[in-house]
């Protein structure tokens, strides 16, 4: 069955660190870029990071840009992303998402909450 | 960042009738190598974002044939001919031209 996993989310204080995991199975994980997308509390969609299929390739968005590391291990079908310096702000729900080049991202996973509070 | 901009922010519609978003990126989506990087998500009530369209036009595997999309350069639109219960949620443009990939504010959809 095609699909993307994610876990790690859960309760952390600002300023603490968090790492998420999303699990591949389905489909040749290490043929395709990946991207986190987050969504905060009724709000909309916040692109995070991309990997390229071989982690030559990263960006981050401003927001997250020397806080988050974005990583995967192509031999696990995983992908990573640590997050550090955590902030009130980045409480949202985390996705991964596959990234086919041109098509979008094509495929979710089901989400994991991260909540930023003392 | 490319500034993505949708219109209206929340739609009702009765069933079996048409619908329509619009959605106005602040630069040209349109690449040197002739692919305009545009879509449409829908995100159904406690579900995860589906891809609808790609590449302004062309429907995901799966998607009905009652939504379309058009546009170019920095003008599109996603239409559905004839709004069914299922299409319920919230409906996102975003271009993935340049990074950050930027998202529209996002359009509700009700039924009436």
């Known amino acids: 069955q095609v699909q993307l996993v994610e876990s790690g989310g859960g309760l952390v204080k600002p300023g603490g660190s968090l790492r998420l995991s999303c699990a591949a199975s389905g489909f040749t994980f290490s043929d395709y870029y990946m991207s986190w997308i987050r969504q905060a509390p009724g709000k909309g969609l916040e692109w995070v990071s991309y990997i390229s299929s071989s982690d030559s390739t990263i960006y981050y968005a401003d927001s997250v840009k020397g806080r988050f590391t974005i990583s995967r291990d192509n031999a696990k079908n995983s992908l990573y992303l640590q997050m550090n310096s955590l902030r009130a702000e980045d409480t949202a729900i985390y996705y991964c998402a596959r990234d086919p080049e041109g098509t979008g991202l094509d495929l979710w996973g089901q989400g994991t909450l991260v909540t930023v509070s003392s | 960042d490319i500034v993505m901009t949708q219109t209206p922010l929340s739609l009702s519609v009765t069933p079996g009738q048409p619908a329509s978003i619009s959605c106005r990126s602040s630069?040209?989506?349109?690449?040197?190598?002739?692919?305009?990087?545009f879509y449409w998500y829908l995100q159904k009530p406690g579900q995860s974002p589906q891809l609808l369209i790609y590449e302004v036009s062309s429907r995901f595997s799966g998607v009905p044939d009652r939504f379309s999309g058009s546009g170019s350069g920095t003008d599109f639109t996603l239409k559905i001919s004839r709004v069914e219960a299922e299409d319920v949620g919230v409906y996102y443009c975003?271009?993935?031209?340049?990074?950050?990939?930027?998202f529209g504010q996002g359009t509700k959809l009700e039924i009436k």
């Open positions: 630069q040209s989506l349109l690449h040197d190598d002739g692919t305009t990087y």
């Open positions: 975003m271009q993935g031209i340049d990074v950050p990939y930027t």
